[in-house]
């Protein structure tokens, strides 16, 4: 202490004060912060949560497409591809129909998409391609052995599409359950079978769990094994298939002129 000066009662405790004030202050602004970082972490987390995608309806891990779905999307893509066909002036071949190339919406609505392999088809006569292009597995067998395109090796491919949405299964599996055949072979018999008995059970996907319409099922079916007929005369016009699938004609309009009850129908 300095001799000759002692602070007065006063002033040491304006001091004590003084400290106690700046002490709080400091404490209470180290709250504050402390209350502020711990708002913006809780913040942060929520958005996180709140920006995360919604998860997809469908794919690996989600609920098995239900029937009415499989249908629309089925009808949705058929009216595409047949108006294409049908409607386009002159007519467009899509030479790449095959699943991936169906993009659907949240609520299954299809739209035939990458119209990269798409050709302008001129003139009615048969284009004979240079290079086959499109997709294993969805290649009608007259385009793939000779290159001959028309609009009925597009059929073909969309009759794989609902062999695929009937069956759930693959065009072509890498781990050969069709014993080297495609699923094409594999489903002809089947759909000879099925039509003739009104019995979809070894054919239908069996995670669909006798789930469906069976009406719908046979509609789907018998425009399945007319697509994917052999010969391509013998295939129907898009614009018939959308007219069955949609239960605006009989299965049976299908067959133009070939013998029906006999079993060649669906598979020549
Ligand atoms: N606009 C799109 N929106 C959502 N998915 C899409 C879109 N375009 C393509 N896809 C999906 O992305 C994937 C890849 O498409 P992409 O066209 O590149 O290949 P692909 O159709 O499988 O084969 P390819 O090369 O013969 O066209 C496919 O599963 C397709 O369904
Ligand atoms: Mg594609």
Known sequence: MTPGFSPSPSSSSRLATGVVVGVAIGGGVVVLVLVLTLICFLCKKRRRRDDKTPPAPIGKGRPTMEWSS?????????????????????????????????????????????????KIALDT????????????????????????????SDVYSFGVVLLELITGRRPVDANNVYADDSL??????????????SNFEGLADIKLNNEYDKEEMARMVACAAACVRHTARRRPRMDQVVRVLEGNISPSDLNQGITPGHSNVYSS
């Open 70 to 118: 499989r249908m629309k999307i089925a009808v949705g893509s058929a009216k595409g591809l047949s108006y294409l066909h049908e409607n386009c002036n002159p007519k467009i071949i899509h030479r790449d129909i095959k699943a991936a190339n169906i993009l659907i919406d949240i609520k299954f609505e299809a739209k035939v998409a990458d119209f990269g392999l798409a």
């Open 184 to 197: 094409v072979d594999w489903a002809r018999p089947l759909l000879v079978q099925a039509l003739e008995e």
């Open 125 to 152: 006569n048969t284009h004979v391609s240079t290079h086959v292009m499109g997709t294993f597995g969805y290649l009608a067998p007259e385009y793939a052995a000779s290159g001959k395109l028309t609009e009925k």
